[in-house]
């Protein structure tokens, strides 16, 4: 079964900025439009941001539009989700998957997700 292992999360400040990764394994990834997730204390995952498999085409959750960037590197199967001016409700687990689109998840598994917090 192929495996995708988020990493890059961490502590920052608000205002701040990270930058997560994806790898995945098993399996290339190259032909699926691909995304991130995330799920807050208490609460539901919900989609971040998505990008399509061929030309890059990009879609945002409204909460992240403008302060977050999704990009992919296809020979390293790799996904990336650059985070600039961070806020605290920005606080929550992260997790990629492939995309039904433009904001679905389409496998049903999940990594472990990478934590990031937002102090105010």
């Known amino acids: 079964q192929a495996q995708v292992v988020e990493s890059g999360g961490g502590l920052v400040q608000a205002g701040g900025s990270l930058r997560l990764s994806c790898a995945a394994f098993g399996r290339s990834f190259s032909s699926y439009h691909m995304g991130w997730f995330r799920q807050a204390p208490g609460k539901e995952r919900t989609f971040v941001a998505a990008?399509?498999?061929?030309?890059?085409?990009?879609y945002y959750a409204d909460s992240v539009k403008g302060r977050f960037t999704i990009s992919r590197d296809n020979a390293k199967n790799t996904v990336y989700l650059q985070m600039d001016s961070l806020k605290p409700e920005d606080t929550a687990v992260y997790y990629c998957?492939?995309?039904?689109?433009?904001?679905?998840?389409?496998?049903?598994?999940w990594g472990q997700g990478t934590q990031v917090t937002v102090s105010s």
């Open positions: 990008i399509s498999w061929i030309e890059s085409t990009t």
């Open positions: 998957n492939a995309i039904r689109w433009p904001n679905r998840p389409k496998l049903d598994y």
